[in-house]
């Protein structure tokens, strides 16, 4: 490389830094031009203009009939800002838009854009159904002028009503709904059956939490299969009485647990004396390992709810329910026997995708999102997208506030409910964000002591969710949520009507109180950003105390023995404040890193699912499976009708490949949990999993052939010959849901910790 090549990529590496976006300049100088399309746009009738946006091309003309198409369907005429972000979106960025200025229309002119440009069916994947949903009817007003169709699909869509959402040129969807539709397909033996057409677009909404806090989280799709619940029951009630520290011990970041030497000791003897660690016990050590993570780590109200007599998990981000998530295989009825509660069947897993390789199927992906600077370098290292930040229409005039740092929890809560109730009795609205929803309820019952009415939105009312966040900017509201609770609902000061608006911009605005940095500063972020919309009035502050799980995970060493504090009780050192940043830096560099660990385990299972599902779709598409077998059986297959042969050959080659697929993807899952690692001792367990997914999956193409050959041979066929009447029925029943936080890595390190601790416990 030449001297000033060399220069050029330093430069180019410098750009891309973290942080460092993508220059705007070019696009800003098509805004002069677009404004002047203005007059003569406006002058068309509907039809006119609806005719015009059928055979726009560039970025100019797309942004001048999208502004068009707005100012008539909705009567907004889109800001230059707005037109900037769907240019960005164009040009295949993740664009960084604050909240409330408007990024569902923004995408709106985005996506015609794109069908425009070639690009099309664009589907704008959503964080849930209700999103999906309002924003495909709030905006089809200007799909109707600019000529396309829209649709959207929600959970409890039919296949066929999914269908003719899918075959619209604009399709809104929930990021899960969308990937299980692709899983569905991916098992159809008929191709009238498939829902999704190839996928070619998709803008992401709230692109940092799809792509960055949900891309790890499987998407499974399962087929019913009895459950066995016997064991897990008794592992419960085996661990049921043990106690920390004297038992186990948890580790200082919360995610893995591992049995003391007394602890193991108590288990075995229940057992009746048996060492667990004997080869033949390991399918209950492995029991006994999931019933004490379920014990020990997840907690009832926070991590999940117990309601109607089954446990649903609640998203920690958003602290609301999580529709049909589960966590992985054994962990879910391991809280289930905890609970008391019978077992749900677990399921044969049928197929299996993360958010991140769905994604990954989009030869077109951007998003928007109003915190993606924060994760730039992720979304370069994981999507190869890069951000260009949007400025606001009206600059944001946010008071925010310096952390109030206490010294205990008590203190911290104590001056909380105070702050809360001064602003209340002025009538200032104020929006508290919490951690989870055991601080909203408990947060909650301090209010109702000193005499301050609020509303709690917790994953216990989540259907009135967004009613509720629209009413939180009214006069003398109180609104008690989780930090991540309402995304993409607008809070209007003075209530959804504005009616009280002036009396609210007096008071300052909207204030928001968070009661806890989270982990992720771009959560915080994300929470301030729900006041000041628009140019609007508003606050934000954090409470935080030394006591706080995140400052005593991340930075218990980096806190002073006795930091100075004012007579409050308000620390008041410099060395404090940095404490706090450094335990949120530390915990984000936690997250990515288990984010790029849970990849590299990923990346092979993806590899052979994509080639899989080329081996599927050309034995759904022609006459493969027919040619191997005259080739393999010829004095059965020349016999039988052509027809017939092709029929039942492409069916019984589906169906083996579809349950070797069942049988490997479970194969895998029993490596990761670290059953066979358990036996192999301290081996790199990536290293390992490479080695027995390699030549497991080697073995499946002719495993299918000899199956196929196999069933074939023994099949009798006559022309009415049905599948469904032979051998080959398929799992009746399918299901889908999605695996919560994979535990697997911790569970490793957990397993580890244990063997070692049990290698340094004196011999019996
Ligand atoms: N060009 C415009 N003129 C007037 N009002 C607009 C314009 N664009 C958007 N709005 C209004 O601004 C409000 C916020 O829009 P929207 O919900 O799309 O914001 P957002 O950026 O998605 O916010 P969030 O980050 O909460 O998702 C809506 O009430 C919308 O009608």
Redesign the pocket.
Known sequence: MGVSQRLKSRFRRFLQRPGTTVDLGPLEKLLPAIEGREEELSALTDAELTEAAGSATGYEEICAIGREA?RRG?D????DV?LLGAMALLSGKVAE??????????ATIAAYGHVRLGNGPVHVLTVNDY?ARR?AR?MEPVYTLLGLTVGSVSEASTPQERRDAYACDVTYVSVSEAGFDYLRDQLVTDLDDRVQPALRTAIV??ADSILIDEARVPMVLAGAVGGEQDPVHAAAALVRGLRKGKHYTVAEDGRSVAFTSAGLAAVEAKLGGIDLYDTEHVGQLSAVNVALHAHALLHRDVDYIVRDGSVELIDEMRGRVAQRRRWPDGLQAAVEAKEGLDATAEGEVLGTIAVQAYIALYPKVCG???TAVLVGDQLREFFGLEVAVIPP?TPCVRSDEPDRIYATRAEKDEALVDEIRRCHDKGRPVLVGTLDVKESEQLAVGLEAAGVPCVVLNAKNDDDEAAIIAEAGAYGAVTVSTQMAG??????LGGSDSADRDRVAELGGLYVIGSGRHDSRRVDD?LR??AG??GDPGGSVFFVSLEDDLVVRHAGDAVPASPRMNADGLVTDPQVDYAVEHAQRVAEGVNHEIHRNTWRYSVVIEQQRKALAERRERLLTSDIAALMLLERVPEKAEEMDEDLLARAARSIALFHLDRLWAEHLAELSEVREGVHLRALGRLDPLDEFHRAAVPAFNALVPEIEARTIATFTETEFDEDWEPDASTLVRPSATWTYLVHDNPFGSELDRLIASVGRRLSAAPR
């Open positions: 707005a909705l907004q005429r889109p800001y707005q838009m604050a909240t409330g200025e408007g990024k569902t229309l923004t999103l924003d709030w909404d709230e928007m999102t109003a229409n995304r993409g609902v607008d809070i209007r994300q950003g729900r919309r628009q």
